[in-house]
């Protein structure tokens, strides 16, 4: 696909959310520190975009403020055509830190937000996502038993399972080793393409963002402002070692002044 043909095909997608001149600051020691600066960013429905940039930039300010929990200083944020107030049921966070119930089997954790649906649903929606993930097996243990992979599985698993329309993910996989982290990209693509929930996603690593994503939103030192915004004109599953893939991630590291040297 190329770059006109991927623009075509977002422009085809209903929007789903729009942040408009989006700036942000907060007070310390009786002054102003700007975070995030003039954002303004359109996601299509079933898009997946990675927020990109240096640690400390804003990204995570930029997507709490996109999921509710921080309300901006200048500009707004819109989902389905409403103002983000607040926390919505329908959009959910999945936070760096772990955030699975240690006191809970995997069937627990899935079942946590479930608790409106009757006994038949809620079991058909545990065993949905209890084989989607991988976790066969393992419905009867505890997270301590469970690897980090597996817990990072679960932690997925129990935000798809409250069906939302929106998963915003700060850098979900930053604490999992190099290879569990390939893992979970594949699986998180995987789960991506068979549910097409849209999916804000935030990292600072350019390869995650150029294998995961169909736009990268590059992000510049705080205050954050948008330096670039790259389509990944390269359907999935991507070869890592393609001519494409590297220009688009060598681009990147450009762009952000950084020489990607082997």
Known sequence: ???GEAAAARQAWKSKLFADGVSMAF???GKDTPVLENISLEVGDGEFVCLL???GCGKSTLLSA???FLTPTGG???IDGEAVRGPDPRRIFVFQERGVFPWLTVEGNIA???FKLGRGERERRIRYYVKMVGLEGFEKAYPHELSG???QRLEVARALAVNPDMLFLDEPFGALDSITRLIMRRELLRIWEAERKTIIFVTHDIDEAVQLADRVVVLSARPARIQQIVEIDIPHPRDLS???YLELRDGIFQQIGLAHKV
């Open 27 to 29: 007070e310390r020691d």
């Open 1 to 3: 696909m190329s770059l």
């Open 76 to 78: 707004e944020i819109r």
């Open 149 to 151: 992979g597996m817990k």
């Open 242 to 244: 393609s001519r494409r």
């Open 112 to 114: 946590f937000g479930l």
């Open 53 to 55: 940039g240096p640690s």
């Open 66 to 68: 996109m999921a509710g």
